[in-house]
């Protein structure tokens, strides 16, 4: 379900050649449900009304000005009931854009956000080992303590502080 109303949302973001203004309005929507736990709870919860949960998320995108594709989307995800898939969608419209690209997405946690540096010696380091361009999906996450966690496609390379120190834990306990 998710898979095919980011297709429906890149499609018509193609066919109108929109691509970057509706990720950039997207990625709007998505920093606001990771910023707002009221929203995160009227988009996953089914106390709501489709009533209720269309007058609230019309008032969101107001506020927000997100409007045109974006917000007719959000509107028409909103009378369908389908809210609460919204989280998955939006990563799934991410990647259609860069396989559009000719990108590659690569899921990168961290410890602590990485400056624009850090972010672009890992992209060349990426694109080195994948032979594509490499869009940076990055994650804060500071339980893994360092390093990091890198996912592109099905593989994952896990440097993490946190898997290291396990790692030593249970050799130590095998050991003695």
Do not use: C
């Not at 919860?45 to 609230?56: C, I, L, N, R």
């Amino acid at each position: 379900m998710t898979a095919r109303y980011a297709s429906a949302l890149f499609d018509l973001a193609l066919s109108e050649k929109k691509i970057p203004a509706v990720e950039k309005d997207l990625k709007r929507f998505d920093d606001l449900l990771k910023g707002s736990e009221d929203l995160k709870r009227l988009v996953v919860s089914p106390v709501f009304s489709s009533d209720d949960q269309a007058k609230a998320i019309d008032a969101v995108l107001k506020k927000a000005k997100i409007t045109g594709l974006v917000g007719n989307f959000i509107r028409v995800v909103a009378k369908n009931r389908r809210l609460f898939a919204m989280q998955q969608m939006l990563p799934a419209y991410r990647a259609l854009v860069a396989e559009h690209k000719g990108e590659i997405t690569a899921d990168v946690t961290v410890a602590s956000a990485l400056s624009a540096a850090q972010t672009k010696d890992l992209k060349a380091a990426l694109k080195s080992v994948v032979g594509k361009e490499v869009a940076i999906n990055a994650t804060v996450d500071p339980s893994i303590l360092g390093g990091m966690i890198v996912k592109v496609g099905s593989k994952q390379i896990d440097t993490s502080l946190k898997t290291r120190l396990s790692s030593l834990k249970l050799a130590l306990k095998e050991v003695g």
